[in-house]
C-alpha cells in the first residue's frame, strides 16, 4: 500500500478485460495503456496471466507486458497464475506480486482451471515451496483469489462456510493473503459486509488482499461502498469496465477504474489518481479496440462542475 493514498485501486484490465473479448490488443498498445494509466498515479496493475497461449492468445506476450510494466518505478507488477507452470513463469518474469485463482465453486474451479479442489490445493502447496525456495528480494507476493465466492453461474449459492474454510485453508497453506472475488456479479452490499467480515475475523486483517468487484448487475460500486464501510484498503476495477469472465455466462465488466475513482475522490478518499487523465487513457483503448464495447458513467457524463478531488 503506498503512504500517501486511503485506498489502493488495482487495475486489472490488462488482465482481466483483455482475456474475455474476442480482440487481440497489439503489445504496443498494452505497454501504451500501462504507462499510461502509471502516469495518472495507478500504483498496482495486473499486467496479464500466465496461462497457455492456446487458451488465451489475447496474453500471450504477458513476458514482455510484465518487463515493460517493471521498467515504471513505483509501480507493484501483478500477475494472475492459474497452476505452479504459471507461478514459474511469473517468477521467471520478475513478477512483483502473483494472484492463483482458487474457486469455491467445485464446478467452476474444474471449468476454470480443470482441478478439483484438493488438486488446487495442492498446486497452492507448490507455489508456496516453490516462492519460499527463493531469495527473499526475488519472491513475488502471493495471494489465493477466492473466485465464485458470493455466488456460481453453475452452482447458484456458494455457502459462505466453505468460502471461510477455503480462505483459512489457503493461509495454512502458506499463501500471503487472501482476497474476495465476485467473478459472476452476484455479490449485493449485505453480503460482501457479511463475508468480508467472517473473512477477516478468521485469517486477519493483514492477510486480507481486498475486493475483486464485476459490475453484471449494476451492483459494483454499492458492493465497494458495503467494503468500504468495513475499511477494506483495496479495489480491483478495470479501465472502461472491460472484460467478464469468460467461464461465467452471462458476466460482464468488472467495476469501472474511472467511475470507482471518482466515487472514492468525491468521498474524500484519497487514491493517489488523477482523474483527468485516467479518463484520457481510454483513447489508448479506443484506438487499439475499435471493435470493443467501453464502458463507464463518469467517461460519458464528465466531471461534475465544482468537482475537486480529495
Ligand atoms: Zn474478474
Known sequence: ????????VSEVGPRDGLQSIKSIMPL??????????????????????????????????TAEVVAHALSISGLTVAVLVPNLKGAQAAVEAGAHKITLPFSASDTHLLKNVRRT??????ETRAIVALLRSLPADRRPKFEVGISTAFGCS?????????????????????????????????????Q???LVKRVRDTVGDSA??????HNTRGLGLANVLAGLELGVKTFDSS?????????????????????LVFMLEAMGVHTGIDLNRLLSVRK???????????????????????FSPA
Not at 463518469?298 to 462542475?305: F, K, R, S, Y
Request: aromatic fraction near 6%; hydrophobic fraction near 45%.
Open 192 to 194: 460482501v459486509k457479511s
Open 1 to 8: 500500500m503506498p503512504t500517501n493514498v486511503d485506498v489502493l
Open 154 to 190: 453453475y452452482e447458484g449459492i456458494v455457502p459462505e462456510d466453505k468460502v471461510v474454510r477455503l480462505a483459512e485453508t489457503a493461509i495454512e497453506a502458506g499463501c500471503d493473503e487472501v482476497g474476495l472475488s465476485d467473478s459472476t456479479g452476484y455479490a449485493n452490499p449485505a
Open 117 to 122: 479442489p484438493e488438486q488446487m490445493l495442492e
Open 239 to 259: 479501465l472502461a469496465g472491460l472484460g467478464g469472465c469468460p467461464w461465467a455466462p452471462g458476466a460482464s465488466g468488472n467495476i469501472v477504474t474511472e467511475d
Open 28 to 61: 504496443a498498445a498494452k505497454k501504451e495503456w500501462i504507462s499510461a494509466e502509471a502516469s495518472a498515479g495507478v500504483r498496482e496493475i495486473e499486467v496479464g496471466s500466465f496461462v497457455s497461449p492456446k487458451l488465451l492468445p489475447q496474453l500471450a506476450d
Open 284 to 306: 489508448i483503448l479506443a484506438a487499439s479496440l475499435p471493435q470493443e464495447s467501453l464502458y463507464g458513467f463518469v467517461p460519458e457524463a464528465g466531471l461534475p462542475l465544482g
Open 208 to 213: 486480507f488482499a481486498g475486493l475483486h468487484l
